[in-house]
């Protein structure tokens, strides 16, 4: 399968993939026994990026980094590319454990709080009968690198071997604890979920079809969670608009020179 070229985002690149084109290079990677981060980027991830440079780094050296939200999609438009989907994990992690039933390879999950991705595990294999979960781990432990906790669970994940690790810990927290953490990991393939479990196991109400099936998955997200998701969304999607138009007008500037 051809690779298309990386989409520059704010200095982060960002595979135009399809969920088929997804599922294709993760299982290349797991049946040629490669080791890959298949990390996801939004409008939020990219703020940050734009801030923190380790994590920016960290992004760019990922073996594919695919589009989870409308505002990425928008902003190659305007940089004058294009992106065939975006890959949400509320509907996506569903996709994933059908095709990971049907491929054979194990996952194991690490993140949110105490039972929730053992839920989020149960209620996947209640749809899917023979999909390899082969463990699940909340994230609320001390994951200061070389802590007692930190090993106990590195050490969990290893006797596992599993095919694909999940973490979901939140933006910027499962990034940077990949980046600390990852060549000690012996899994295949690892992404980064975001509150991927606590959508799963239902723990997380998901905003209206009407908002989420067109694109506005943010606006859906700050009904749910008002609070703690207004900054992200109300300061933060306008600030992610601006950098995409300086960087459009940068652009233009270049070529005009």
Same mark, same amino acid.
């Given at each position: 399968?051809?690779?298309? #070229? ?18 294709? *290079? ?50 190659? *438009? ?17 996709? %994933? ?25 149960? *209620? ?6 023979? %999909? ?33 690790? %999940? ?35 239902? #723990? ?23 609070? *703690? ?12 608009? %601006? ?15």
């Amino acid at each position: 399968m051809p690779v298309r #070229e990386k989409i520059n985002v704010l200095g982060v690149g960002v595979d135009p993939l399809t969920v088929e084109e997804l599922h294709e *290079r993760m299982l290349a990677f797991v049946e040629n026994g490669d080791r890959a981060l298949v990390l996801h980027a939004n409008a939020h991830g990219l703020n940050l990026a734009c801030r923190d440079e380790r994590l920016r780094g960290f992004l760019n050296g990922a073996q594919i980094v695919f589009c989870d939200g409308a505002g990425v999609m928008l902003a190659a *438009r305007l940089l004058g590319r294009r992106i065939p989907e975006r890959i949400t994990y509320a509907d996506w992690a569903w996709k %994933l454990a059908a095709f990971a039933e049907e491929r054979g390879f194990s996952l194991f999950f690490l993140g949110a709080r105490p039972g929730v991705a053992e839920k989020a595990a149960r *209620r996947l294999v209640y749809r899917f009968p023979k %999909l390899r979960i082969a463990g699940a781990e909340h994230g609320y432990f001390d994951r200061t690198p070389g802590s007692a906790e930190n090993e106990a669970v590195i050490k969990k994940i290893n006797a596992a071997r599993p095919d694909v690790l %999940l973490v979901g810990f939140g933006m910027p927290l499962q990034e940077l604890w990949l980046a600390e953490n990852w060549e000690k990991v012996d899994a295949n393939v690892a992404l980064t979920g975001g509150a991927v479990f606590d959508y799963v196991s239902g #723990e997380l109400r998901r905003g209206p079809p009407f908002l989420t099936d067109h694109g506005l998955e943010s606006v859906a997200r700050l009904m749910v969670e008002p609070r *703690r998701m207004w900054r992200r969304y109300v300061v933060g999607n306008p600030l992610f608009l %601006l950098r995409v138009l300086k960087q459009r007008l940068g652009r233009g500037a270049a070529r005009r020179a």
